[in-house]
């Protein structure tokens, strides 16, 4: 009989073994609960791969304690979810990729969801509020898994390095550490790599980084270390690279965390960048950038680097500007300091007295009062030196001089 992959021999049971997730399956999480108290209730997970999504749908069915049957949207059918409803009342379907059903097949589950005949656990790695259509997500309660830390996959791949039992037993802490540190929060990565290592023609014990470097050439930037200052430093030099304006040295440090398979970083860096630095400037630049990211997120690695590196690229060549984290930081500090705590009456709701509708008002404008008492005349927001900003800035203030003096 063949030896079941480790990935699989490592997978929890319960969800206190699970990595990672504690706000869905910790002591407090609602998954954790539904199952303790054997609550039916369907769901669609969604999150990257490799983050638990399975291992957490497959505790929560047993702990139903009802018949599971497990599909992938790849290749299952209509057929298959009626097969499934006409044999087996109050069964739970475990579908993977949900994503990948057409409107019509997502349909198709609606009277069983509905009923309660069938408790379906979707899972997907795209939103789901993008890759689902209404009526389906309505019915479902969604539950997102997000990237475990390198530390938390650590720990999973050191009690496995330590549980004589283990066909990884002995294998050295720094090579777990190199392991974690490359995965990209993917545990199953995570694992595989720990099996690659554990097959290498040696005893375990005196497997090195080196020799995990050698067969496989993704752990090969020396140096990297997911939790310490150089990990921070690359991610620290592709902002300012990016801010620079350089496109080649954004290029160079985001090969840099890459070359590690290190997605996740980047993924959520460039965003900042985008608002931060290149804001208003070019506001079209947030909107490529998470389209850019979503697509590294899906592609994986080696592909994600293709759509990461445009992403760089454009946004090292757009114009910059700094206006959007000052007036953000500027109100929030008059927050933090007590000020603005009283609302204008005539924002208080919708048919407040007092407040003139502007839409009905040339330009769409009127001059009343929009901050509390204590801040009338505060300026958070000043416009970069870019024409994006200047040309909206001259038109509103033009617009405001026009009807400085007037009342309604």
């Keep these: 009989m063949a030896t079941p992959p480790l990935a699989?021999?490592?997978?929890?049971?319960t969800f206190d073994g699970m990595v990672g997730q504690a706000d869905v399956v910790g002591p407090s999480g609602i998954l954790r609960h539904l199952a303790e108290t054997r609550t039916a209730r369907s769901m669609i997970l969604y999150g990257p791969p490799g983050c638990g999504?399975?291992?957490?749908a497959l505790i929560y069915a047993a702990a139903l304690d009802r018949p599971l049957h497990r599909l992938n949207a790849v290749d299952a059918s209509v057929a298959d979810i009626k097969g499934i409803a006409a044999r087996d009342e109050d069964s739970v379907v475990y579908l993977d990729e949900v994503q990948y059903f057409n409107k019509r097949q997502q349909q198709s589950l609606l009277p069983y969801t509905e009923s309660g005949r069938i408790t379906l656990v979707a899972a997907t790695t795209e939103n789901p509020y993008h890759a689902v259509y209404d009526a389906l997500l309505s019915r479902c309660l969604v539950l997102e898994f997000k990237r475990p830390t390198a530390?938390?996959?650590?720990?999973?791949l050191k009690r496995a390095t330590h549980d004589g039992s283990c066909v990884a037993f002995g294998i050295p802490d720094d090579v777990c550490r190199l392991i974690a540190g490359v995965a990209s929060g993917d545990v199953r990565r995570a694992v595989n790599d720990l099996e690659l290592a554990a097959s290498l023609d040696k005893d375990n014990a005196d497997v090195t980084a080196e020799d995990l470097i050698r067969v496989k050439p993704s752990a090969s930037m020396a140096g990297f270390d997911m939790d310490g200052d150089s990990h921070y430093g690359y991610?620290?030099?592709l902002q300012k690279s990016i801010r620079g304006s350089d496109p080649d040295a954004a290029v160079f440090w985001l090969s840099k965390l890459m070359a590690a398979g290190d997605i996740l970083s980047p993924c959520r860096?460039?965003?900042v960048v985008a608002a931060e630095d290149i804001g208003l400037a070019n506001p079209f630049a947030l909107v490529l950038t998470m389209?850019?990211?979503?697509a590294a997120e899906t592609l994986g690695m080696p592909e994600a680097a293709k759509p990461l590196t445009e992403c760089a690229i454009y946004l090292a060549l757009s114009p910059k500007s700094a206006s959007v984290e000052p007036a953000y930081q500027a109100a929030f500090e008059d927050i933090s300091s007590g000020r603005g705590a009283t609302m204008p009456p005539h924002l208080a709701h919708a048919n407040a007295p007092g407040y003139v509708w502007p839409q009905d008002r040339p330009c769409h404008f009127w001059p009343q009062q929009y901050l509390?008492?204590?801040?009338?005349g505060r300026r958070y927001y000043v416009p970069g030196d870019n024409d994006a900003e200047r040309g909206p800035y001259a038109w509103w203030d033009a617009v405001r001089r026009r009807y400085d003096g007037r009342s309604a």
């Design 8 to 13: 699989e021999t490592l997978r929890p049971r």
């Design 53 to 56: 999504k399975s291992t957490a």
């Design 151 to 156: 530390a938390e996959i650590e720990g999973l």
């Design 235 to 237: 991610v620290s030099a």
């Design 269 to 271: 860096r460039l965003p």
């Design 291 to 294: 389209a850019c990211c979503d």
């Design 372 to 376: 509390p008492d204590d801040l009338v």
